[in-house]
């Protein structure tokens, strides 16, 4: 396992948080972006909260590094 394959990791997570739909999947579970406003920041929940909305926001620099993996992955085989 290189320092390629553990960033490659790093990617699909960031992908993974970037596709979780508020209305649908974390409202429902009391994960919305209105409980974040209350809870404390320094707890266990308030730092998944903010990762899932960090990745949400950062969804263009997100795309690029996509497409950048997928021409490494081209070029190199």
Known sequence: MGLW???E??????NALAILNEERFLAP???SFQ???GVKRNSFKGQILGLI????YL???LILLNLL?????????
Do not use: D, M, N
Request: charge should be positive; charged fraction near 15%; glycine fraction near 10%.
């Open 5 to 7: 394959t553990l960033l």
């Open 59 to 61: 969804r263009v620099p």
């Open 53 to 56: 909305y960090a990745t949400q």
């Open 35 to 37: 409980e974040f406003s």
């Open 29 to 31: 579970r009391g994960w």
């Open 9 to 14: 990791g790093c990617l699909l997570l960031a």
């Open 69 to 77: 993996c997928i021409v490494v992955k081209l070029v190199s085989g």
